[in-house]
Each structure stands twice: as structure tokens, then as C-alpha cells.
């Protein structure tokens, strides 16, 4: 069965790796993700926005994680990624997800704590894991102020107080990172981190690990970081191969014949991701 990321999160905390959430939109990318930490015996989150629940749909995405759960041995957390709607996250609860992102830190800092108070109080009913982040993920601007930056950022004490009110099970912070790739290597705010990890005890979540550098990662795991979520390099390699595929022959149309090149490239991204992280034989 599909698991709540509770425990994954805090073995890896305790034995200081991280665990990689993928972003997966249908079966072949689910697939992929199944098939690599199936291979290196690593516990894994699959990931889905709103986007995605509309694209492929949230009864087929919870029957094609059930299955994937009830094929391998490896621990697999399906989870919801940046949900802003408290209904889609019941509804997903209903269905039998196990694990959710409130995203409401656009919000107020008193309507997010009120936000995802709300989503962990229904979500405790059902043994769900409830992330929720504070602190905003922007910083590619090269214009910005640092005070700006600094106002973008997670802030500790705040972080240590909105734990303590919300009662989640895991934080994403903003320490620098951004969705997608980066213009210039981010700077990240690594003693930020550091402070965060000090004061509070959940487990802390980076979002936009796609196109930073390896070092950053793993350093990021070494000061608290236990899940690490990647997106766009995935969907970058799937295309890749597509496209190269589509390069190299004009004339095809036979989906079983041009995705398997894109699951192929897709698959060494996460592979090499999960090294990264360092989940390899942590099942
Ligand atoms: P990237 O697209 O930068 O990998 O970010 C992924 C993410 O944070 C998903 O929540
Ligand atoms: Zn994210
Ligand atoms: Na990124």
C-alpha cells in the first residue's frame, strides 16, 4: 500500500540522508521512478501537483500508485504536491492518499497557520503526513534588495513558533532555492538552514532542487534537509528523449516506441538523484 512520508522522513533524519519526491504526471514517469528505486532498494515519494491530479486524473493516479506499492518491496509515499485547495486534499484523503503539501505561504503568516491547521486536523482523522511551507521561493531576481531576500526567506523563530501551532510533519523552507532551473547558480542561505534544523525537530523539505549543483544538495542534507524534491530535470530528460527520438525518426507514432527513450533518460536522472540523496539501499 501507499504510505504516509511520516517514517520515511524521520528514518532518514535520523540517519542523515534524505528522500527524493519526484514530480510524476502519468504511468510512464510513475513507472520510472518505481523501476529506479526498485533497483536501488531506495524508499520514494511520488509527487503530484493540482496540475497534474487535473491532467491524468485522482482516482487513476491513486490506482496506479496502489499498484506500483503492490509490486515492489520498497516503501512508496504518494503525496500531493503544493495543493492550495483544502477540498481537492480531502477528497485525495478520501481516496486514500497518505500524504499532502498545504502550500498556503503566499497567504498571511496568520491565515497559513490557519490554513494548514485546518488540513491537519482533518488529516490526523486518517494517518496522513501534513508538510506545509514557510517562507517564500523566489531569489532569481537579480535586482532584489537583501532585505528583500531576507523578508523571502524562512524566518527561524517564526518557523520554530508556526511548528508549534500547526503541529505538521514536515517544513518546507525558502533558503534560496527556486522552482525550475537557475539563471546563476543560487546563492543558498546554508546558516539559515542550520538555525532552522537547530530550533525545530520536524523534518525539513527543499523545494527546487532541480538545476542546483550536487554539492549544494548534499550539503544541504548534511545541515537538515531530509527530502529533497526534483521536477523540472525530470521532465527535461523525459522530452530529451522524446524529442531525440522524434529527431531520429520523423515518420514514428508508436507511443510504445518513442516514450521508452524518455523513460530511459528520465530514469538516469532519478537514479542519479537517489544517489544523491543518499536513499540507495535505506528500504
Ligand atoms: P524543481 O522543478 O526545481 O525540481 O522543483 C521541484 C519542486 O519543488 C516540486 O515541489
Ligand atoms: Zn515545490
Ligand atoms: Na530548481
Avoid: W
Avoid at 110 to 133: G, T
Amino acid at each position: 500500500f501507499i504510505i504516509s512520508d511520516k517514517n520515511l522522513l524521520l528514518n532518514a533524519q535520523r540517519n542523515n540522508y534524505a528522500v527524493p519526491a519526484f514530480n510524476i504526471h502519468n504511468l510512464e514517469t510513475t513507472k520510472v521512478v518505481i523501476e529506479a528505486a526498485s533497483e536501488l532498494n531506495s524508499p520514494v515519494i511520488l509527487a503530484a501537483t493540482p496540475g497534474t491530479i487535473r491532467f491524468s486524473g485522482i482516482e487513476y493516479l491513486i490506482n496506479i500508485m496502489n499498484t506500483a506499492a503492490a509490486s515492489t518491496d520498497i516503501p512508496i509515499a504518494f503525496h500531493l504536491d503544493h495543493h492550495e485547495d483544502i477540498n481537492d486534499i480531502k477528497k485525495a484523503i478520501k481516496l486514500g492518499c497518505k500524504s499532502v503539501m498545504i502550500d498556503a505561504s503566499a497567504l498571511s503568516y496568520e491565515e497559513n497557520i490557519a490554513k494548514v491547521k485546518e488540513v491537519v486536523n482533518f488529516a490526523n482523522r486518517y494517518d496522513v503526513s501534513v508538510e506545509a511551507e514557510l517562507g517564500k521561493l523566489v531569489g532569481q531576481e537579480d535586482d532584489i534588495t537583501v532585505s528583500e531576500r531576507d523578508s523571502q526567506l524562512t524566518n527561524p523563530d517564526l518557523a520554530v513558533d508556526f511548528v508549534k501551532r500547526t503541529n505538521i510533519d514536515s517544513l518546507a523552507i525558502a533558503i534560496g532555492t527556486a522552482h525550475g532551473l537557475y539563471k546563476k547558480e543560487p546563492k543558498l542561505d546554508y546558516n539559515r538552514l542550520k538555525n532552522i534544523n537547530k530550533l525545530i525537530k520536524v523534518p525539513l523539505v527543499l523545494h527546487g532542487a532541480s538545476g542546483l549543483p550536487d554539492e549544494s544538495v548534499q550539503k544541504s542534507i548534511k545541515l537538515g534537509i531530509t527530502k529533497v524534491n526534483i521536477a523540472t530535470e525530470l521532465k527535461i530528460a523525459f522530452s530529451d528523449g522524446v524529442k531525440e527520438y522524434f529527431q531520429n525518426n520523423p515518420e514514428a507514432n508508436d507511443p510504445r516506441k518513442y516514450l521508452t527513450p524518455g523513460k530511459d533518460k528520465m530514469k538516469e536522472v532519478v537514479r542519479h538523484k537517489i544517489m544523491l540523496c543518499g536513499s540507495n539501499d535505506k528500504k
